[in-house]
DNA sequence: CAATACAGTTAGCCTTTGCTAAGTTATTTT
DNA sequence: AAAATAACTTAGCAAAGGCTAACTGTATTG
């Protein structure tokens, strides 16, 4: 058996890239898990809310169509959806959102918008900015939020 | 039923922050849910590769702690990226990366710094910016990291 | 070298998120 | 108002990624 070389309990003495203590290590990786629970939710739920602003009512077909998803994956997670009370619906009509539903559509367009107007301030181009929107929107902090917030204003008032 | 106001099929007439054409809007879930196939295996790979590389060995008892994961969901896993070509190891032993391993790990190190040293620039505190860094790297297209990079740079540099 | 402790594996379970196929309800058209 | 089309639901399947419990191998140490 290899004998590890030193390895210290504590912060850590070695390289400046080396690894961080595993608790905290074990965080990052709890934290990504636990984004990842809640930001299809939240997609479905955004897109939902941009569904009736937008068109007046949201329907499954709608739905499925643009998260690229059969109507079948878009029933069950309507299902989910209500039983998290998020939604409201009867069956074989429209979709809505209860007042939850509706907190959490305007938190993730939010973040969503931030996310965005950053990209495109940093100069990335649309399609990728969207795209990228569409994936880094549930892993930013608050702060980095804050941050980007600043960024962008920043750059577009030069 | 409720007339959808005017929805036509082509690019979008309406207000600056419409929804997306359709097929667009699909592409951007569907670029996500790719991301999240191989996110994970990419942070076992990296994380393995940097097992080896900073303690001699990468072992499934410290990837277990250091991912906050159970020992058995690592061998599992571990079961995948031997299927995958991306891992070698005997029962019982100590792990290894393929050349396709190795590569993947390079890759996923230089990502992972480039978004790290990004949010660094950007003013966030160590602490967020390592569990930001964990989850936006793998949603970060290429335009964007080259323009993280320049971004580093020029912060730095001054 | 036997006993014990530690590391790794296997089996079996659960949930989530996708699918297809088949059935039901609503709407539109004739 | 009947027939046809479109929208929605249900049932049943699969893969991924978690878990615990029970088992098997490896290493330490008395």
Same mark, same amino acid.
């Given at each position: 058996?290899?004998?590890?070389?030193?390895?210290?309990?504590?912060?850590?003495?070695?390289?400046?890239?080396?690894?961080?203590?595993?608790?905290?290590?074990?965080?990052?990786?709890?934290?990504?898990?636990?984004?990842? %629970? #809640?930001?299809?939710?939240?997609?479905?739920?955004?897109?939902?809310?941009?569904?009736?602003?937008?068109?007046?009512?949201?329907?499954?077909?709608?739905?499925?169509?643009?998260?690229?998803?059969?109507?079948?994956?878009?029933?069950?997670?309507? @299902?989910?959806?209500?039983?998290?009370?998020?939604?409201?619906?009867?069956?074989?009509?429209?979709?809505?959102? #209860?007042?939850?539903?509706?907190?959490? @559509?305007?938190?993730?367009?939010?973040?969503?918008?931030?996310?965005?107007?950053?990209?495109?301030?940093?100069?990335?181009?649309?399609? #990728?900015?969207?795209?990228?929107?569409?994936?880094? %929107?549930?892993?930013?902090?608050?702060?980095?939020?804050?941050?980007?917030?600043?960024?962008?204003?920043?750059?577009?008032?030069?």
């Amino acid at each position: 058996m290899i004998e590890p070389p030193d390895e210290s309990p504590s912060p850590c003495l070695c390289e400046a890239d080396a690894l961080p203590p595993s608790d905290q290590h074990a965080q990052q990786y709890a934290a990504v898990r636990n984004a990842h %629970e #809640t930001e299809l939710l939240e997609d479905y739920v955004e897109l939902i809310g941009d569904l009736i602003e937008h068109q007046g009512e949201a329907r499954s077909a709608d739905i499925a169509q643009r998260m690229g998803v059969s109507q079948a994956t878009v029933s069950k997670m309507v @299902a989910r959806l209500k039983g998290l009370g998020l939604v409201a619906s009867k069956p074989y009509r429209s979709l809505f959102l #209860t007042e939850r539903g509706e907190e959490m @559509a305007a938190m993730s367009r939010q973040r969503h918008a931030i996310v965005l107007r950053f990209l495109r301030a940093l100069g990335i181009s649309d399609d #990728t900015a969207r795209i990228d929107a569409e994936g880094m %929107e549930h892993h930013v902090s608050e702060e980095t939020l804050a941050a980007m917030q600043r960024f962008s204003q920043q750059r577009e008032s030069s």
